[in-house]
Structures are given as structure tokens and as C-alpha cells.
DNA sequence: AGAGCCATGTAAGAGGTTACATGATTAG
DNA sequence: CTAATCATGTAACCTCTTACATGGCTCT
């Protein structure tokens, strides 16, 4: 069992800047910027800080509150902050988890270290270039030299160009939208 | 219950084609055009085949064969292929179903009705541009009546408009790439 | 008085993934 | 001789969603 989704990842985060209950974090996640991004459910939240707490990347003191369920303050362990900070300065690797993934990443690299936003989009920019080039490359051999059953009849020769180009287009609007956060006032 | 994935749908148009069995069309999906833009599970077909069977869009004859399991040759129901063709020439609704369900239904369209490709690629940029004027309005609220010259310094302003202006540049990307699709010769 | 907020969760269900089972045939 | 292909599926597992349970407080 390890940390897979980017809602564990935004829980992470959101404790770095200060120890919280689940229902409090809940409100961050649906009020705030995060909630513009990444989609949680109330129970999936209590779920991922059960889990967290089971592999010891957060711990939690109970607050009484009288008639109310006890808080659970939770707040970051060392290992959690530490694998936190390492996600944390990564680009992602596909393109595709550039809108999410990509985009927490920047909003916590701004609150925690807005000095290091540069080399993060830089690095992500290269890494978008790489599967770019990738993708790139592909492009001649789609219709390859015809043979065996796999050989391209016209019809999916065809399309199969769409698919690629359409794949190569989105890849060349993020490194464009990428490049232009590069000239934003304020990062 | 009813169809939800797009797998199913694309059972259903690999089925308009001509009847076939399971593992058949998982070989068509895992080697083939689809298989580009839908990833499948063998099991997770036959679970589509029997859901599918289930709400009498298809049916199937059993084909003996020797020692081995004999094939379900499964095809389309009347109300099967009716649902298929509504689904088909109905443009999605959200951008981030294009680079999916859209595909899945221009290819379609391509092999089935070739004459009304143009047709949905133009509806489909209508409701992209809707979306996109949409997310538009959204965007003087973002940064409030302007005190300032045109500051937003406040810091889940300033970052929201990121979050806002990398839809924006998400969806007039793909209304680029449709509109690139219009002028693709063999369309 | 009823709706909604606070604050925790559990339970049931829906859906997908991985591994397992069969067993002859064909390709390397 | 080993591995893959053919052809079906089941079973266990994991994950996510929806509904439920509690119960006082505040707002309209």
C-alpha cells in the first residue's frame, strides 16, 4: 500500500501549513482552489487521513468538544513531510496529469516555496518536450512497412493519424500554456 | 443500470459492424484503433458482453467448438442499435470528453456514416464554444470590482485565475484541433 | 419549526483490476 | 520444450460513491 492519488498528496500539503481536522480540510478542499482541481467526498477524506495515519505520514491528538464528536488534529510526521517535499519538487511524467497533478504542485510550490516555481516549470516544460518528441517520432512509422495481420488497411491508418495528432496537439498546448505561466507577474 | 462507459459503446459500434465474440473484439480493441484511446481488461469486456446482454442491447448464439469453450457470437439488438446511433450523432456535452468519447464517436462515424462526420464535428465545436464563452464570464468575477490598478493580490485570487485561465487555454486548444479536423482532407 | 452546520465515521453497493482455471493447438 | 494463442469465465480484492447514524447548535 502507498500514496497514489493527488487528494493524498493536497491532504499532505494542506497539513504542512498547519495541523487540522478532517472536517476543517474538508472545507479547504470544497471551498478553496483545491476543490477547482481535485474532487473529494466527505467519507473519501476521512478514508485517505485513516490510511495516511496507517502508513504513519501523519498522526493525530483528539481535542474534546463536548457533546460533539472529538477533533482529531491531525499534523505531519517527519517521513510525511519529507516524501511530501520530494513529490512535491518532481515534474509529473505524462502530459495528461499536468492539470491536475501539475497544478497542486504549483499551488503548493507558491505557498511553501515560491522561489523554487521557475525550476519546477522549467523541469516540467523539458519533461513535456521529451514525450513530445516521443510522440513526434511516431508519427512516420503509423503506416509501417505492410505486414502480417496487423498491417494498416487505409481505414485505420487513417484515424490512427487523428488519434496521434490529436495526442500531439494537447501535448503542444500545455508546453504553450506552460510557457506562458513562465511570463506571469508574481511567480 | 444502464451504459455509462464508453467501452460499451464501443461494443456496440464494434457489433453494428458485424457479430462477433468476445475475444474477438477484445483484439480488435488491445491491437486496433480503439485500443488507443480506451484501455480494456479482458475480463472487464466479458463483464461489458454479460451488462450488456443483461439490458437486451445484445444477444448471442453459442458457436461450438470442439474442446474448446464455445464462442458467443453476440450482435446487436434492435433497441441496441438504436441507442448506438443516437448516442452517436449527439456531440458531448464537457471538454475533457473529447479526447475519449468524441474520438470514439468520430471514428464511428467515420466507418458508419461518413456523410455526417462534418455535421457532428460542428456541433461539437458549438458546444465547446459555449463551454468556453462559459468559463469566460468567469473571469472578471475571479479578480473582484478592481481597487487597485490591477492588483489581485490576494493569494487564492491569484491562483484561481491560473486554475481558470488553464481551462480557458484547454478548451480553445481543442476547439483548434476540431476546427484543424474540418479542413483534414478524407473528412 | 425546519434547514443547515458541525464532526466524526460505518455500511452497503457499484465498479474495476488481478489472479486463477481450463486445455488443446501452434510457433519459436 | 516452453511459451503464446485461443476462448470462456469466476473469485478475491481494492477503491470509490451514496446513504445512514448521531445530536446539539444556529439561523430564518
Chains 1, 2 share one sequence.
Not at 136 to 155: H, I, W
Amino acid at each position: 500500500m502507498q500514496i497514489s492519488e493527488p487528494a493524498e498528496y493536497a491532504i499532505l500539503g494542506l497539513l504542512k501549513a498547519r495541523p487540522m481536522h478532517g472536517y476543517e480540510m474538508f472545507r479547504q478542499f470544497t471551498s478553496g482552489t483545491i476543490g477547482q482541481i481535485i474532487h473529494l467526498e466527505m467519507s473519501q477524506m476521512y478514508a485517505y487521513l485513516k490510511k495516511l495515519e496507517g502508513m504513519a505520514y501523519v498522526e493525530a491528538e483528539l481535542e474534546p468538544q463536548g457533546t460533539r464528536p472529538p477533533r482529531k488534529i491531525f499534523h505531519l510526521t517527519a517521513t510525511g513531510q519529507a516524501l511530501f517535499l520530494e513529490w512535491l519538487k518532481e515534474p509529473v511524467e505524462k502530459p495528461r496529469d499536468i492539470r491536475i497533478l501539475f497544478l497542486i504542485k504549483l499551488y503548493f510550490m507558491q505557498r511553501f516555496a515560491p522561489d523554487q516555481q521557475m525550476r519546477l516549470i522549467e523541469r516540467q516544460i523539458q519533461a513535456c518536450e521529451r514525450f513530445l518528441a516521443h510522440l513526434e517520432s511516431q508519427q512516420p512509422e503509423t503506416c509501417p512497412p505492410a505486414k502480417g495481420p496487423l498491417a494498416c488497411t487505409d481505414d485505420t491508418a487513417f484515424f490512427n493519424r487523428i488519434v496521434l495528432r490529436s495526442r500531439i496537439h494537447q501535448t503542444r498546448s500545455l508546453l504553450d500554456w506552460m510557457r506562458e505561466l513562465q511570463q506571469e507577474p508574481g511567480i
